[in-house]
Structure formats: C-alpha cells, structure tokens
C-alpha cells in the first residue's frame, strides 16, 4: 500500500491553520498522537475543540501546535485531495456505462471509482464490493454519513450476476449495520429490462424501505446503453411500453410508501417519464429533489424555477435573438420555456435545437452525453443567433472541455458564435436567455 502523502498543498488565509503557522510544503504528521492515512480520517481526528498537530517543517524540524478548534477543517489542503489514492472498482457490472466508451478518449474518463471517501466528500456512489471489515467499522466509528450506495438488486444471486463479483451480495447486509449503527443512505438502482426489473425491483424496494429512515432516498434511472458494446452483456433499452410500465409499477410503490412510511422514497429518473409520453410530476412530488444529480426531478426543478423568475419578470419590447442546444430527451421541455419567454417578451426570439448523440448512439439521450462533434455537426451553417446556450452538464469538471475533448473554444469556432453554458436553474435561464438580471 502506498505512503499516505500528508503534504500540505495550500493554506487558506485567516483559518486556523494559517494562525497557528502552518504553510505549503509543511508535513502534517500526526493529529493528537494519531497517524491518519486518509482524508476521512483526518477529517475525524481535526473534529475535536482541541487539536495538537505534530507538523514536519519545510526546515526539517518537527513542532507540536495545539490549537482551539471550533470548525470542522482548520483550513488546509494536501498535495493529494484523498491523502492516498482513490480505490478503484472491482467489479464487471454488465451495465456499466465507462466499458461502453469508445478508444481514444483522454484517460481520467476511463477510471471507475469506488471509494466511499468520494461518496461522503463528492457524492459518488458505491457499490460496497471493495470495503473490508475493518473498513466498515471504521466508517461506523467514524459517523461517515450520508453515503450514497449503487444497489442495483438486493437479492444476492442477482447482484452478484449483474456486478460480476462474488462479493456484491453483501450489500445489503453492510446496509444494515451502517443503518443499525445510525448512519444514512441514499440509494441508486440502475434498472435493466427483464434483469432487475418486475418483482426483482419490488424486493429491492421493499428491502431498502425497511431501512427508512436511513435510506433516505432511492432513484431509479433506465440503464445507459452506447453503440460500443460489442462483446459486452446482452441489455434491451427501454421502449416507451416498458417506460410506462415502470413509471406505474414504480408509482403504486411510492403510494405503498407513503402509506407505511410518509414518503415517497423512491423516485423514478426524468427519462422514463419522457420516454413513456407521461407527465413529469410537479416538484413537490419529490420531496425537497434529494437526487437530482442523478436526474431525478431535474424538469420539475426547473419548471418551478422558471414559473417564479416569470413571475418576477416585467413586460416590456426587447430586442434578443438567442439559440439554445440540448439534448433530445429535453428538447420539448426547454422549447416549452422558450416559448413562453418569447410570448411574455416582444422582440425575443429563441431557436431551441434537439441534438442527436451520434457520437455515443442515437439511443442516448440526455443532454449531459452531448458531445462537442454533434453540437458542431447538428448546428453548423444553420445558426443565426449570436449566442448559443447549452446546459453546463455537457462540460466536464468546469474545464470547458465536452466528453469528446471537443472544448467550448472549437464550438465557437465552427459555428461562429458565441457559447455559454446554464446551470439547471430556471432563474438563470431566463436572466442569461435575456441577459438581464431579475429583481426580487
């Protein structure tokens, strides 16, 4: 196992670290006598109102440093966000969306992760596979809560199967301590049809519902399928049938739950709704959006967002022709709020484009798959609008660089236009559609 690298990196201004005379390159090497090999651990250990560090400076000489502590980081970085390296997948899932990628694309894109530090720290989710005892009663010792689990199935056979490891049908037993032990959840089914699906997903359902409250919330998103997956397991994708289907078998759950448990509990991905020609529900029927960065209630966010900024919204003539590009599963949604924007303010026009992911398949959908290449051959030659607005989910960590390695800069250049991205926030969308600021 690799040496923990406890370097410190930055320093921030004014914390208590800065005041007690830390600085970069210094060595944290302890924290009250205690050796940490991780940032959870450091986290943990920094949590008391009085913490003695034991620092190696730059110089060479060690120094002890109590100082009071009434914050939950003393305001240091290490040259190594987790401290050691992020763990890796074990597993063979057969839905797995990063074995689908093509050749060619740059290398982070590749790594799967499993770490449960990214799960508390980043929201990551993880599959449990890779966790040793010791390791478990170090995150109940720890309190590390929530974490957020890809549970797929609870049965062990067809865990096991979909996972490919023969460790993955202890999950749902790991589940149960961490829940005995007052630890909280939030859960991830990937469902594939006629694998997990049907009374398989009701026993997955009912399983993790008897450990509510901590299993605070499940989504249920369709799994992903690209057209690289020659060689790979034999998945169906879901026709608007199947999405109908699920959308009613899931919500008879969800008015079981909220008879038994005063929630809804599990929620359903916006694909399925729109796959099936079904309504969105409106943004209270997810109880405060507690997954949405699985795109779960994205649109009913939205939609609510934008009915108050239209609210806030004073008529008058604007003179305003914008573009905005998303994906397909989205397109009649924000072609909807173009609409209205342009109804309530003279003089706005708004060209709403659909664009088709070839770059992964035509079965992929989601404006977050979108890749640069599709943008630049779906629009090229067709936009007259200086501005083209694409949602900010298509870019990859705030590097404006799409999945393709296309980045914003090539965009513009092959389309002659300027490219801003948008936040899923209704407000935002209608301040930057009409580049205004709304008056609360």
């Known amino acids: 196992m690799r040496k923990a690298d406890t370097t410190i990196k930055y320093v921030e201004p004014g914390s208590v670290a800065d ?72 597993n063979k899932c057969i839905f797995c969306f990063i074995d689908q990628l093509p050749k060619g694309m740059r290398e982070t894109v590749y790594f799967k992760d499993d770490d449960t530090r990214l799960s508390f720290l980043q929201g990551n989710y993880v599959t449990l596979t890779n966790l040793s005892d010791e390791e478990i009663e170090s995150l109940i010792k720890m309190r590390v809560s929530p974490i957020n689990v890809s549970v797929h199935a609870t049965e062990p056979k067809l865990r096991c199967m979909m996972l490919n490891n023969r460790f993955a049908g202890k999950c749902l037993d790991i589940m149960k301590r961490f829940a005995k032990n007052d630890i909280y959840m939030n859960c991830q089914i990937v469902l594939c049809p006629e694998i997990n699906d ?39 994708p879901f026709t608007k049938e199947t999405s109908a289907e699920t959308v009613r078998f899931v919500e008879n759950i969800q008015k079981e739950f909220l008879e038994k448990y005063g929630t809804r509990l599990v929620y359903l991905s916006d694909e399925f709704y729109v796959n099936a020609g079904i309504p969105v529900p409106s943004a209270d029927c997810y109880e ?33 022709h914008v573009a905005v590009a998303t994906g397909e599963i989205a397109y009649e949604f924000i072609r909807g709020l173009a609409k209205v924007i342009e109804q309530r303010c003279e003089g706005v026009k708004i060209d709403v484009y659909p664009i088709k992911n070839n770059f992964f398949g035509g079965g992929v959908t989601v404006s977050g798959l979108v890749c640069g290449c599709d943008i630049i051959s779906a629009l090229e030659g067709k936009i007259t609008a200086d501005t083209l607005f694409i949602p900010d989910s298509m870019l990859r960590d705030n590097d404006g660089i799409f999945l393709d390695d ?14 801003i991205s948008v936040t899923n926030d209704g407000y935002e969308f209608v301040e930057k559609i009409l580049g205004e600021e709304l008056e609360f």
């Open 19 to 90: 005041e007690a005379g830390l600085r970069e390159g210094d060595v944290l090497v302890s924290v009250n006598g205690h050796a940490f090999h991780d940032i959870l651990e450091y986290r943990y250990l920094t949590t008391e109102c009085e913490v003695t560090l034991e620092v190696l400076k730059k110089d060479g000489t060690t120094e002890f440093i109590t100082v009071e502590n009434d914050y939950e980081d003393i305001g240091v970085e290490f040259s190594e966000g987790l401290i050691d390296e992020a763990q890796s997948c074990t």
């Open 198 to 236: 049907g009374e398989h997903l009701r026993r997955t359902l009912t399983d993790l519902g008897e450990l509510y409250p901590n299993v605070s919330s499940i989504s249920v998103v369709p799994v992903g399928l690209t057209r690289y997956r020659d060689g790979l397991y034999s998945i169906k």
């Open 288 to 320: 405060g959006f507690p997954q949405l960065e699985n795109g779960v209630g994205l649109i009913a966010s939205m939609k609510e967002e934008f009915d108050g900024a239209m609210r806030l919204l004073k008529p008058k003539k604007r003179e305003r």
């Open 406 to 419: 296309t980045t914003v800069g090539d965009v513009e250049k092959a389309l002659n236009v300027k490219v």
